[in-house]
């Protein structure tokens, strides 16, 4: 299988390239050169946002393409229509955050869409970027475009930091806050996991949407924490704390404390993901523990201080903040 993977060598796209490496598949990357491609695919150099950008793709052929770009959709758009008849297959990484408000618990790949466009520049909001891509992709291959709407992403990479940080937060011991309640079901995925869901389904050449996270309640707030507790052999202790008492404080979900919502819509929806369909086709997800011991076992690789994409708003609560709060 000769694959081209547009959109980066960071977090998904890294764990893309090495899953087909393992597969024997023969892997091409475009990106800008900014950081090393690993070792064993044929790199091309392009800027997507440049005039011009898509030049080396001007010849090859490829059985399918993965794409992970998160900006402005008329570089999948202009991606799109170079490829077309050059190209077996296009999958793109998309995002639940293309869903449209009412947000409701249980929903599937038929819940509404945020409105959007294909050929939109700079500037564009998260959720629009990713539905104005799945709009250009359907508009050059029709249903035959394999939209993969993924949920919250965790594992080794991850340039965003919500495990990194717990993991970090965690090592250093003593009291942490941990926000309840402790049996608060997550729902979430390994990047490795959706890499070979992916690839999976490219070799199957699946099209349409698919919601691609574990299963909701695959763990458990207090899951995630007690095996980042395990993992780091920290003598840290986990202060249980009522949502309520979190959000009087001013406390951020999702940013101050990764990963946790408070019960409510938003939760309901962002970790009650209907996934039927993606377990249907195969959909596989490993336990949090080895989630969490390869995490902080490539953070140890790394230094201790995992990448951070400038695009994304950095994640943490502050030591002082988070003290002040545990003295309560």
Same mark, same amino acid.
């Given at each position: 299988?000769?694959?081209?993977?547009?959109?980066?060598?960071?977090?998904?796209?890294?764990?893309?390239? &090495? &899953?087909?490496?393992?597969?024997?598949?023969?892997?091409?990357?475009?990106?800008?050169?900014?950081?090393?491609?690993?070792?064993?695919?044929?790199?091309?150099?392009?800027?997507?946002?440049?005039?011009?950008?898509?030049?080396?793709?001007?010849?090859?052929?490829?059985?399918?393409?993965?794409?992970?770009?998160?900006?402005?959709?008329?570089?999948?758009? /202009?991606?799109?229509?170079?490829?077309?008849?050059?190209?077996?297959?296009?999958?793109?990484?998309?995002?639940?955050?293309?869903?449209?408000?009412?947000?409701?618990?249980?929903?599937?790949?038929?819940?509404?869409?945020?409105?959007?466009?294909?050929?939109?520049?700079?500037?564009?909001?998260?959720?629009?970027?990713?539905?104005?891509?799945?709009?250009?992709?359907?508009?050059?291959?029709?249903?035959?475009?394999?939209?993969?709407? +993924?949920?919250?992403?965790?594992?080794?990479?991850?340039?965003?930091?919500?495990?990194? #940080?717990?993991?970090?937060?965690?090592?250093?011991?003593?009291?942490?806050?941990?926000?309840?309640?402790?049996?608060?079901?997550?729902?979430? =995925?390994?990047?490795?996991?959706?890499?070979? #869901?992916?690839?999976?389904?490219?070799?199957?050449?699946?099209?349409?949407?698919?919601? $691609? $996270?574990?299963?909701?309640?695959?763990?458990?707030?207090?899951?995630?924490?007690? +095996?980042?507790?395990?993992?780091?052999?920290?003598?840290?202790?986990?202060? #249980?704390? /009522?949502?309520?008492? =979190?959000?009087?404080?001013?406390?951020?979900?999702?940013?101050?404390?990764?990963?946790?919502?408070?019960?409510?819509?938003?939760?309901?929806?962002?970790?009650?993901?209907?996934?039927?369909?993606?377990?249907?086709?195969?959909?596989?997800?490993?336990?949090? +523990? &080895?989630?969490?011991?390869?995490?902080?076992?490539?953070?140890?690789?790394?230094?201790?201080?995992?990448?951070?994409?400038?695009?994304?708003?950095? $994640?943490?609560?502050?030591?002082?903040?988070?003290?002040?709060?545990?003295?309560?």
């Amino acid at each position: 299988m000769r694959l081209l993977l547009l959109g980066g060598t960071g977090f998904v796209g890294r764990t893309v390239v &090495e &899953e087909s490496l393992a597969r024997g598949w023969e892997v091409t990357v475009l990106n800008r050169g900014n950081r090393p491609a690993p070792e064993g695919v044929r790199v091309l150099l392009g800027d997507r946002t440049a005039e011009d950008g898509l030049a080396a793709l001007g010849t090859g052929e490829w059985d399918a393409v993965v794409d992970t770009w998160s900006s402005a959709p008329v570089a999948v758009r /202009d991606s799109a229509r170079r490829l077309n008849g050059r190209i077996g297959h296009y999958a793109y990484v998309s995002s639940r955050s293309v869903y449209d408000h009412p947000l409701r618990a249980g929903a599937d790949e038929t819940a509404p869409v945020v409105p959007s466009a294909p050929d939109l520049t700079g500037g564009v909001a998260y959720p629009e970027a990713k539905r104005g891509a799945e709009l250009a992709l359907e508009a050059e291959f029709g249903g035959r475009a394999l939209l993969v709407r +993924a949920g919250l992403i965790l594992g080794p990479y991850e340039d965003i930091g919500r495990l990194p #940080w717990w993991l970090s937060r965690i090592a250093r011991g003593g009291p942490v806050l941990a926000p309840g309640p402790r049996d608060l079901p997550l729902q979430y =995925i390994d990047g490795r996991d959706l890499a070979v #869901w992916t690839l999976d389904a490219v070799a199957a050449r699946l099209g349409g949407p698919y919601n $691609v $996270v574990g299963p909701a309640g695959h763990t458990t707030m207090g899951g995630l924490l007690e +095996a980042c507790v395990r993992a780091t052999g920290s003598d840290a202790e986990l202060r #249980w704390t /009522d949502p309520e008492r =979190i959000l009087a404080a001013g406390v951020q979900p999702w940013t101050e404390l990764p990963v946790w919502l408070a019960p409510g819509e938003l939760y309901d929806f962002l970790h009650g993901a209907s996934v039927a369909r993606a377990v249907e086709a195969g959909l596989r997800c490993r336990p949090v +523990a &080895e989630t969490v011991e390869d995490t902080w076992a490539w953070l140890r690789s790394i230094g201790g201080t995992a990448p951070q994409r400038a695009d994304r708003p950095a $994640v943490g609560l502050d030591p002082e903040r988070e003290a002040r709060l545990l003295a309560d």
